[in-house]
């Protein structure tokens, strides 16, 4: 890496994390000459400074290659696969099992830009765009995300999130909701995902901001997302992109974790 570097690339334990998983140039055809941490780079760019692709910085990759690395990555499958490899790695470092047995699920209204895409007013955060659906584990591991418009009630959009784990995560047994879910959803899981939703109530006789059992965790995530400045709102025309976008800032986070702790 011939330049100055730059807060958001990646440090040498972060890469030695990453590299193993990054996939490689498919046989044949013309090889692959581009240095593929300084791609990662870029993206960390892009995601952590909240820039457009067009002005990632000249001593970057060309924005064209990054960006087509980052959709045939996401096509691909490869920011999930990623994503979940270090996921279960954070677990083991933590003297976790790699799969969890207990969830938490919410959602964040996010606004959108006039980019472009789906999009819904939600009423109740009086805030126009999408819904950023997410389950986490007791560690605020992302497990599952989707998004949505923000029009979808939270009741309707977990489905979408807890359809994902029909055939995956065989240890989950209880999963962790606020009020909003309550009501027919409870029966729902049961049926269909064979699994535990369980309501955690804020108490009618608490005042002002309190810390409520399990329901903080998924906030802190939410709050480690919010370090990204390109999540501040979602950019992103397709909802596909704006889930891998939140998967590259875990992709970061988890990766910076496991370096620093040597796990």
């Not at 009086?126 to 998004?147: E, F, P, S």
């Amino acid at each position: 890496m011939n330049r100055e570097s730059y807060p958001t690339d990646l440090t040498d334990g972060q890469w030695a994390r990453i590299a193993p998983l990054i996939p490689q140039a498919k046989p044949g055809g013309r090889p692959r000459s581009v240095d593929m941490r300084e791609i990662l780079n870029a993206i960390c760019y892009v995601t952590r400074s909240g820039c457009a692709w067009r002005l990632i910085p000249h001593d970057l990759p060309c924005w064209r290659t990054v960006y087509g690395y980052f959709r045939a990555f996401r096509v691909s499958g490869v920011w999930t696969r990623l994503h979940d490899a270090l996921r279960e790695q954070v677990r083991r470092a933590c003297g976790r099992k790699p799969t969890p047995s207990a969830a938490i699920i919410d959602s964040q209204s996010v606004k959108t830009t006039e980019k472009g895409g789906p999009r819904g007013y939600d009423a109740g955060k009086k805030i126009n765009g999408r819904k950023r659906h997410i389950m986490v584990d007791t560690l605020g591991l992302i497990l599952a995300i989707v998004i949505h418009e923000a029009s979808i009630q939270d009741r309707d959009g977990a489905k979408l999130v807890l359809g994902q784990f029909k055939k995956g995560f065989s240890r989950l047994k209880l999963i962790w909701a606020d009020g909003g879910y309550a009501g027919k959803l409870i029966e729902w899981t049961r049926k269909n995902i064979h699994r535990k939703l369980e309501i955690v109530k804020r108490s009618d006789d608490v005042k002002g901001f309190v810390v409520l059992p399990r329901r903080w965790v998924v906030e802190r995530t939410f709050g480690w997302l919010g370090r990204y400045r390109r999540l501040s709102k979602d950019y992103e025309q397709l909802t596909e992109n704006s889930e891998a976008m939140v998967r590259i800032a875990m992709i970061n986070l988890m990766s910076k974790r496991l370096a620093r702790n040597g796990g």
